[in-house]
């Protein structure tokens, strides 16, 4: 069974789901990538251990599949055009496949409501869709497991809402 589904791990702006996969591999976790296509950065993440699953978040369609047997999700997005529907798209597969991986959501600086861009203001609006929330992670998020590189960078709670503040225990 693969207990953490990572998306955004393939992308090319910051890097921050490939770090997630690099960590959570070191620490040992089985690891899930979802991924557009197949290329150079989809074998460096199978190459370390990650099993690697076609999809893509802007189709549920594929998306259902990545979340059998997936107890955690890193939900990554860049600051970029889509994130909303990538949101709604991750939230209605989790909810379609009745699973309900407790979801981390890897938050930008600029996600505010009244940031001055529409893009940060979209990053915002994102991180409201459920099963997206408000809680924090516990455990290994705190203690450097996972990055942190914004105060409020990891947000996590149970499909289909409520806080979740055990996770990553």
């Known amino acids: 069974m693969t207990s953490i589904l990572v998306t955004g791990a393939t992308g090319r702006h910051g890097g921050t789901g490939a770090h997630v996969v690099r960590r959570l591999r070191e620490e040992g976790r089985d690891v899930r990538v979802l ?7 989809t074998e460096a993440l ?14 549920r ?11 955690q999700a890193y939900f990554t997005y860049p600051i970029d055009a889509g994130v909303i529907g990538a949101a709604a798209n991750f939230a209605a ?32 609006l994102a991180e409201e869709v459920p099963p997206v929330g408000r809680s924090r992670p516990a455990g290994p998020a705190r203690r450097g497991g996972v990055p942190r590189e914004r105060p ?12 979740d503040p055990q996770l990553l225990r």
């Open 61 to 71: 369609r594929g998306i259902v599949p990545a979340l059998e047997g997936v107890a």
């Open 93 to 124: 597969a989790v909810r379609e496949s009745g699973a309900s991986p407790r979801t981390v959501v890897m938050s930008m600086g600029p996600a505010h409501p009244g940031h001055p861009s529409g893009r940060g203001r979209d990053q915002w």
């Open 46 to 59: 199978e190459a370390i251990g990650a099993e690697v699953v076609i999809g893509d978040l802007q189709d």
């Open 35 to 41: 991924a557009r296509s197949r290329g150079d950065r």
């Open 152 to 163: 409020r960078t990891a947000r996590a709670v149970r499909a289909g809402g409520g806080r």
